[in-house]
């Protein structure tokens, strides 16, 4: 039996023990409630919380790759929009020629032609140098802007996608085989030309296409990567509200018992003055 004392209540400092132990898990779970993790800091969980922050690194990191992919598709979609255009040009330009090896032309007629088919030579650079976007042109010939693309792919920058610079002015050496008027003679070999011309822009508007899709797949690849770590990271870190909704009632309701039991324990002592009656 222990020892009836008023200096030393042991009955009050274990209920104070107690209380003092409900408190700091309360305190715990409605921080968990408040931020909505579990692990908010070093100090919940090192070795957790240093897993979870390097994967929110990797997570920022791709903000960036996305950022630069996306700048890349713009890019890439400007320079295929002008180069399609350049590409109906070249063909109004066939039918031009074409119309222009017609014997029996009078000159009148001939000029004409001459001065439809020179308009529409003379947009072909027009729409290349025009074609840039945010300082890039993948299909003009100027030494200001003309460029490739280089694309981040990954968080560590050492990977790229890359889309070729194809020159789609009238430096483009199909293109500058074709004639540069019709008023002189014109054959079917210079028809000829301006097919191979429709070819070479076609093919290399299928390079910037099979380019410009590398960046739609990968930007979708890493945006789903992206999701991919942050539910990671979630599953680490995040608390389950529910679970910490119920232990949060029952924390409080040992919380109420341990001050009605802290406040038994302290009238032990005052028992005692019954004895000096």
């Not at 104070?16 to 715990?28: A, F, R």
């Not at 040009?89 to 007629?109: R, W």
């Not at 009632?249 to 109420?256: D, E, R, V």
Request: hydrophobic share 45%; net charge neutral.
């Amino acid at each position: 039996m222990g020892m009836n004392s008023v200096n030393t209540n042991a009955g009050a400092m274990i209920a104070l023990q107690n209380l003092n132990t409900t408190n700091k898990d309360l305190g715990v779970t409605q921080a968990r409630i408040n931020t909505g993790l579990k692990i908010a800091n070093a100090k919940d969980n090192g070795a957790i919380w240093a897993i979870a922050q390097n994967q929110r690194a990797e997570s920022t990191s791709l903000n960036a790759v996305v950022s630069s992919l996306q700048r890349g598709q713009s890019v890439a979609d400007v320079a295929m929009s002008a180069g399609s255009a350049i590409s109906d040009i070249l063909v109004q330009m066939k039918e031009k020629v074409l119309a222009a090896t017609e014997a029996g032309l009078t000159t009148a007629s001939k000029q004409a032609l001459s001065d439809e088919y020179t308009a529409l030579r003379n947009q072909i650079d027009t729409i290349a140098n025009n074609a840039t976007f945010d300082g890039v042109n993948l299909i003009s010939s100027t030494t200001v802007n003309s460029a490739s693309i280089k694309a981040i792919a990954n968080a560590d920058a050492s990977a790229t996608i890359d889309i070729a610079h194809a020159n789609l002015s009238k430096t483009n050496t199909a293109i500058a085989a074709t004639l540069s008027g019709l008023t002189g003679t014109v054959s079917a070999g210079d028809v000829t030309k301006l097919e191979t011309a429709i070819q070479n822009v076609s093919s290399q508007l299928s390079k910037l296409g099979t380019g410009a899709k590398a960046l739609d797949t990968h930007l979708t690849n890493v945006m789903k990567l992206q999701d991919t770590l942050d539910a990671g990271v979630g599953n680490l870190v995040d608390a389950d509200l529910a679970k910490e909704s119920a232990k949060l009632q029952a924390l409080q309701t040992k919380q109420q018992l341990g001050v009605q039991a802290l406040s038994i324990a302290n009238q032990s002592s005052g028992i005692l003055l019954g004895l000096f009656r």
